[in-house]
């Protein structure tokens, strides 16, 4: 099984840039597809980005496309989501997930492991 805890949210202005982290415990992080979802108050959980267990494969939502990057150190157990350019759009709780599978994918429902969640605020 894998644990994971999210990190590096909070209030930013528009334009601004913020780190995520996402820490996993078990010892097979190194084989698990990693994703970021996102969850606007209201609103379905939405595919972020996500990566492979190597890192050499990444897939990302459109809306984040060029300004976010999905980063992983198996050394460390942590993924990563540099977040550039924010938009107040881009205010949700974002969630880590893990699959163990080594295809990433879009869907929540390909994932079997998550975080609590991280708030992030973009202000106007």
């Known amino acids: 099984q894998v644990q994971l805890a999210e990190s590096g949210g909070g209030l930013v202005q528009a334009g601004g840039s913020l780190r995520l982290s996402c820490a996993a415990s078990?010892?097979?992080?190194?084989?698990?597809?990693m994703g970021w979802f996102r969850q606007a108050p209201g609103k379905e959980r939405v595919f972020v980005a996500t990566?492979?267990?190597?890192?050499?494969?990444?897939d990302y939502a459109d809306s984040v496309k060029g300004r976010f990057t999905i980063s992983r150190d198996n050394a460390k157990d942590t993924v990563y989501l540099q977040m550039n350019s924010l938009k107040p759009e881009d205010t949700a709780v974002y969630y880590c997930?893990?699959?163990?599978?080594?295809?990433?994918?879009?869907?929540?429902?390909?994932?079997?492991?998550w975080g609590q969640g991280t708030q992030v605020t973009v202000s106007s």
């Open positions: 990566i492979n267990w190597s890192g050499g494969d990444t």
């Open positions: 997930a893990a699959r163990s599978f080594p295809v990433t994918s879009r869907s929540p429902y390909a994932y079997n492991y």
């Open positions: 078990g010892r097979t992080f190194s084989s698990y597809t």
